[in-house]
Structures are given as C-alpha cells and as structure tokens.
C-alpha cells in the first residue's frame, strides 16, 4: 500500500465521551483516520462492514453484546480488519478469550497516547499486508492457479527458522510464543522441531501425540495433506499444528537433511508460516532449514558467549551467502539493569537487534512447566506484548523481502 494512504480507524464504546476523546487524540496523527464510532457490538458489525476500516479500536464492557463477541464477528466478516481490545480491564482471562477470537493487541484505559498511536499503526500494518495477500490470491484464482481440495497455499506459506547459537538463550520457548502470535484461521501456523534428539518442542505445549517427523521422513516425496495431518498434532487452545521430534534419540538419525527439506517444502502448501525450532548445533537438518528458510530468526542474550557464538554464526551464513536481510535479530532475557545493550550488540554484530524479550522468569517459567504458552496464559504481561510485537516486525520483514524479490524478478 502506498505511504500516503491512511490507516483507517473505527472506534466502538458505548461511553460518549471515551469515544471523543480519542478521537480527539488521533486528530493531531495524520497518518491515522477515524472513519467512524459505534456505541453497541451491533452497531460496531454494521459500521465495520460498511466502513470495512483497518483497525477498530474495541471496549469490552457494552450493553448488548461483549468487545469479544463482537471481535469474532467482525473478523469473521472482515478478515484483513484488526481489533485492538481497549478496556479499563486487564484480567488474564479476558485476554486470552480476546487473543483466540482473533484480536491483535490489548490497550488499559486511559489510554496513554504513544501506546494507542504505535498499537494503532502496528495493526493498521497487518491490516494492509493481509489486503495484499487477499489481492494475490484474488489474482492467483483469476489466474487458475488456486487449488480445489483442501487448504492449498500453492508453496506460498514462508519458512522461519528459530536458532540460537548458544544453548538455553530461548529458541524453543520464542518458537512456542511466535507460533501463537501468529496463527490464525486465515494464516494457519505450524511448529516442526528440527532439534531431532533431545527436542522438546511439542512439551512446551503439553501437547504429545502417537507420530513425528520419522513417520514422514520416508514418505518425503509422495506426502499428501492426509498423511501429514495424521502426523501433526494440533494445539486444543490456540490451534497451532506441531510436529515432534522423535521420542528415541537413536530414531534421530532416521530424518536426512534432503528429507527434512522435502517435508518443510510440503508443509508450505498447507500452512502460512512454518516454524523450525533448532538446537544450537549446526547438523544435518538444522543446515537444511537454514538453506530453505525465508527468514532466520537468530537469538542471543546479552552473555558475552551467546554474542560470541552469533558472530561464529554469522560468519558461515555469510559464507553461505545468506542475506543479511533474511536474519531477523532478536535479544531474549533483556535485562536493563546490565551494561551491554540492544545498541552495543548491534555494533558487536554488525547486525541490527529488531526485537527484545524482557527477561521475566517469574512469568516464562512456570508456563513452561505447566507446557502452557504464555502468551496465552497472559497476553498482556510484557513479555507476551514484547512477543506479539516482534511479530509484527517480522511480518514487516517477510512482505518487504517479497517486494525486493518481486522487484528483481521483474527487472
Ligand atoms: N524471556 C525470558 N525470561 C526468563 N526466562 C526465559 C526467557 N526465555 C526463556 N527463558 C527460560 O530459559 C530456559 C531456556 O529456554 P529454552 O528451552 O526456550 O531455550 P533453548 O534455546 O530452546 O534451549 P536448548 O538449547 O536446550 O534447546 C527455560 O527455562 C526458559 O523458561
Ligand atoms: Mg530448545
């Protein structure tokens, strides 16, 4: 979408003077629309279809209906549009029904108007790149390209590699949190855990089933949806699809690289996102999702020997001639209180950090024992928002290594 066009807004509360007020507040952004209010859920249904905006900011607490109600109908009807939930509430429970229905973000009233501008323009983001995608695959039906069976994304669906190259900096519980973050009914994700021995990917979500990756390893050149769905676990609340590792560490050698690659080529017809949880050694499998993947994920912390081990890492993904642009740089356990910052391991690396996760093992912890995501246990807590912001990020990054890619096709 081009920069000049707005991102259009509705706001819904039934408190009159809530409304004015921040419309008053968006007045003053002139990147932002407010292009219409309702004061009841079914209002909100009818002034979002005729309206069809970007982002509706959503009060919870309305006479007819509640903020989430309606949010599941609206994105039912409209799903490009964006909620950002907006209520003097931040009960946990509230949240997390929020989250599954589909909403983007949460705001606490008052609103502090940094906070609702940046939360505004993250989801106005989305909204435009899920109109793009909508528009291409418009042009793909056109085109005869679409599939008649099924969920078929053509290979569409991109490939996220998570890695960190120094042991418990936090790849498998950032896949874990990422794959909730970014699933939805129209971008369906799944998690493959690439750490073939010692994987413990599918425990994150207390979620085991019979069957993992060695069950399609052989069969990697004649998959079909079916055998793939018999394989993959599905996660009851978020609806996320896992695939395990194999339980037996010996059975780890059953998978080669050429498979693991077939079986990711295949899971992108059937999902949007693919997330591979690594393990920091670079074997077979983890060489081959690093040669697939769209985008790397890299972690570090703020150890001096996890910075080590990224600049090791980066050296042999520039030898492999890797895009710079294809690593999204994230710092987990961020700790404000120690001298070496975002800015400083960037300069170190050569590489920006585009994201941080506050360290919070008060909150990360227990939901890792419990094998519950905390994101879903508690989307509002700092580290779910650090999350679902980062999200954001690297949405922003695959659509603008699609445009370079275009470009260059076309030229
Ligand atoms: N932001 C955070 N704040 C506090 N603790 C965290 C955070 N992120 C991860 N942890 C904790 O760090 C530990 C290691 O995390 P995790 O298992 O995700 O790392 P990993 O990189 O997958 O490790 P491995 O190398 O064993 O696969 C876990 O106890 C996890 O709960
Ligand atoms: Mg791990």
Redesign the pocket.
């Known amino acids: 979408m081009p920069e000049t066009e707005k991102i259009r807004v509705v706001i819904v509360d039934d408190i009159s003077e809530t409304r004015e007020n921040i419309r008053k507040l968006l007045q003053f952004e002139s990147d932002l629309e407010v292009v219409g209010v309702a004061q009841t859920g079914a209002e909100a249904i009818q002034v979002t279809s005729e309206t069809r905006p970007d982002v509706v900011l959503m009060d919870i607490n309305m006479p007819d209906m509640d903020g989430i109600a309606a949010t599941e109908k609206i994105r039912a009807k409209l799903p490009s549009t964006q909620i950002v939930i907006f209520s003097v509430q931040s009960d946990p429970n509230y949240m997390r029904r929020a989250m599954l229905v589909g909403a983007r973000d949460f705001l606490t009233k008052p609103p502090d108007v940094d906070e609702l501008t940046a939360a505004i323009r993250r989801a106005g983001v989305m909204a435009q790149n899920e109109k793009l995608k909508e528009a291409n695959t418009q042009a793909a039906v056109r085109a005869g390209h679409s599939s008649t069976s099924g969920r078929n994304y053509g290979d569409s669906g991109k490939i996220i590699l998570v890695f960190?190259p120094k042991?418990?900096?936090?790849?498998?519980?950032?896949t874990t949190n990422l794959g909730v973050a970014l699933h939805s009914e129209e971008t369906p994700v799944v998690v493959v855990d690439g750490?073939l021995q010692f994987g413990?990917l599918s425990f994150f979500y207390n979620q085991q089933g019979p069957n993992n990756v060695t069950d399609l390893a052989p069969r990697g050149n004649e998959l079909d949806h079916q055998v793939v769905e018999e394989v993959l676990v599905v996660h009851e609340s978020s609806g996320v699809s896992i695939l395990s590792a194999p339980p037996q560490l010996e059975r780890s050698e059953e998978v080669s690289g050429v498979e693991f690659s077939q079986i990711l080529k295949y899971l992108r017809r059937m999902f949007s996102y693919i997330i591979i949880?690594t393990?920091?050694n670079l074997d077979e499998v983890t060489l081959a999702g690093i040669d697939i993947a769209d985008l790397i994920v890299l972690?570090t912390t703020q150890d001096i020997p996890a910075i080590k081990n990224v600049r090791l890492f980066m050296n042999l993904t520039d030898l492999l001639g890797v895009d710079r642009n294809q690593i999204l740089f994230l710092l987990?356990?961020f700790d404000k209180r120690r001298s070496i910052n975002a800015d400083r391991i960037g300069d170190i690396t050569k590489q920006t950090v585009m994201g941080t996760?506050?360290?919070?093992?008060k909150f990360?912890?227990p939901a890792?024992d419990r094998g519950i995501p905390f994101i879903i246990e508690n989307p509002s807590n700092s580290?779910s928002k650090a999350v679902f912001k980062f999200a954001e990020v690297l949405k922003e990054r695959i659509a603008e290594n699609d445009q370079v890619e275009e470009f260059e096709l076309e030229n």
């Open positions: 960190s042991g418990g900096s936090g790849s498998t519980t950032l750490k413990d949880d393990g920091s972690i987990n356990k996760i506050p360290v919070d093992e990360v912890i890792m580290v």
